[in-house]
């Protein structure tokens, strides 16, 4: 009784692994990118392509205009490695009030003391704290896409 | 075994040439050995790995920085910027860190929350004593005569032709964090 329980699971282990029951491959897919090129090039959605180059942050250049009203500007130099956390602000060494002036750098903007419900605190607001989830360093490189967009008079 | 002595003492102070020559000898290779050891032991207590013994949480953070992996694959160690280069200076900074060793006993900073809270007042300590010496250390690597300010950003420019050139801080006034993350910094002049 064994042996034939055996013999049996084993030959449908065999045929189980052996034949692919549920695939004729007739209509197998060809492509999934539905033949349409995107920003990674016409690469299929599951092969790794090429990864491009890492841009470079020139370590200093000149303050960068503003495209339209109310954009943070950007950061105009490098800032690896400064440190922005609950113990120290790098950016503010240079930016705060206090500092700016001495550093001939820029004062961050008085709405960054003020706090969610419009209070304006005595000290830079929690919520504008982590400069650069605002602030982006601008790295040296071509933009990806065309783009017309022209900034309102005021800013140009 | 007094009588060994007395023999001793009589073979000593009648010197034979061939003795004479055997202390002679005995005082060089000793000194070899204990020179030798000496440096040896000074270079051991330079390495990383040393440090890393009672340092680790600092060892880790330090791989981030620009002093662990830059353009120039040139590293600055532990050592580098801790233990003074000039001979006296360095032997009084390991007389002074064997007191570290009472500290280790005591477990100052033996967990990361001890470490995090005790943080602040060294590296208080640190940027002290690098104030006192002009910043010696950073200076043997980058010296302020040498740098090309065509070469530099505009910020760096601005400062080391003044406040660095004048003499009027030095270099740990204005990189503080340069290779470690930083204490709590509020009340530190600058920040």
Redesign the interface.
């Known amino acids: 009784m064994k042996k034939l329980l055996t013999a049996i699971i084993a030959a449908g282990i065999v045929a189980l692994t052996a034949s692919p029951v549920w695939s004729d491959g007739s209509d197998e897919l060809v492509s999934n990118t539905g033949g349409v090129s995107s920003l990674r090039g016409l690469v299929e959605i599951s092969d790794i392509n090429k990864s491009e180059p890492m841009k470079r942050v020139p ?2 250049q000149q303050p960068i205009d503003r495209n339209y009203v109310q954009q943070p500007p950007l950061v105009p ?2 800032t ?2 400064y ?1 922005v ?6 950016c ?2 240079c930016h705060s009030f206090k ?1 700016a002036g001495d ?2 750098a820029t004062k961050i903007s008085v709405t960054h003391f003020e706090a969610r419900d419009g209070t304006t605190l005595s000290d830079v607001s929690p919520r504008r704290y982590f400069c650069l989830q605002c602030h982006v360093t601008q790295a040296d490189a071509k933009p990806l896409v065309g783009n017309t967009f022209q900034p309102v008079d005021s800013l140009r | 075994m007094l009588n060994l002595l007395k023999r001793l003492w009589l073979v000593m102070k009648s010197p034979s040439s061939a003795a004479m020559g055997f202390i002679l000898i005995l005082g060089f290779t000793g000194g070899i050995i204990f020179w030798g050891g000496f440096n040896m032991g000074m270079e051991a207590t330079n390495s990383e790995e040393f440090c890393a013994g009672c340092h680790a949480p600092i060892v880790k953070e330090i791989k981030e920085t620009i002093h662990y992996s830059n353009r120039s694959g040139v590293r600055a160690i532990c050592s580098d910027c801790h233990v003074p280069h000039n001979w006296t200076d360095k032997i009084v900074r390991k007389v002074q860190a064997s007191k570290e060793l009472v500290a280790f006993a005591m477990g100052t900073i033996s967990t990361q929350e001890k470490f995090e809270e005790r943080r602040g007042y060294l590296a208080n300590r640190e940027w002290h004593r690098m104030k006192e010496n002009d910043s010696q250390e950073c200076r043997n690597c980058h010296e302020f005569d040498f740098m090309d300010f065509s070469e530099q950003g505009a910020r760096s420019v601005k400062q080391h032709s003044t406040a660095l050139a004048s003499g009027e801080k030095t270099c740990v006034d204005c990189h503080k964090g340069i290779a470690h993350q930083l204490p709590n910094m509020e009340g530190i002049e600058g920040w």
Do not use: E, I, P, V
């Open positions: 370590r200093d130099h490098t690896r490695g440190q956390n609950l113990n120290a602000n790098k503010l060494s500092n550093m001939g």
